[in-house]
């Protein structure tokens, strides 16, 4: 009888450890399976209009005229204004640098600069919609590239960057 309940005390034993190894195992964290719907901060309407107002201002300061487009996270044109006095080749332009800068997430001097300095970048130039003007500028939202930002006809890919960039500054002055 000593000799059962050794064993069976044993046996006891073993299922209480092996019991609990099995919930030590069973707490191991899940790989969490990713959302199939995704949640992503967008460029507005409201807010592609206050970035425009805003721009338009910073050139109009500098007695310049100009034309600004937004672009939402997906190359989206969501809203446009152009002077009166600005050439309607400045209108593409200004949605194609907007574009750029989205699409590369880099301000479009930067990327035209850095192109022109690195011949395996010459190519770029050959991509539709891409334009390697400065004047376009990524809209970040945290670490999100939300949107961007474009003038063009204020008198030069320098000046047309400015007035962008003073227009994010006013607008969205945390999100640098």
């Known amino acids: ?65 100009a034309v600004v487009a937004v672009v939402d996270r997906a190359g989206n044109l969501i809203a446009l204004q152009r002077d009166d006095s600005v050439g309607p080749h400045n209108t593409d332009a200004a949605v194609r640098k907007a574009f750029t800068a989205l699409s590369t997430k880099t301000p479009s001097r930067i990327l035209a600069n850095n192109a022109r300095a690195n011949p395996d970048s010459n190519n770029l130039n050959t991509v539709n919609d891409l334009l390697l003007i400065g004047g376009g500028v990524p809209l970040k939202f945290g670490n999100d590239v939300i949107g961007a930002i474009a003038a063009g006809g204020a008198g030069g890919a320098m000046q047309d960057e400015s007035c962008a960039l003073k227009g994010i500054e006013k607008v969205l002055p945390a999100q640098k």
């Not at 006891?12 to 190894?21: D, R, T």
């Not at 707490?27 to 807010?47: E, G, M, T």
């Open 1 to 65: 009888m000593r000799l059962i309940s050794s064993y069976l005390s044993k046996a006891l034993m073993a299922l209480a450890v092996l019991g609990c190894a099995t919930n030590v195992i069973a707490a191991k964290p899940r790989v969490a399976k990713p959302s199939l719907i995704l949640q992503q901060p967008n460029v507005s309407l409201a807010l592609a209009n206050e970035l425009i107002e805003a721009t338009m201002a910073a050139c109009h300061a500098e007695d310049k005229s």
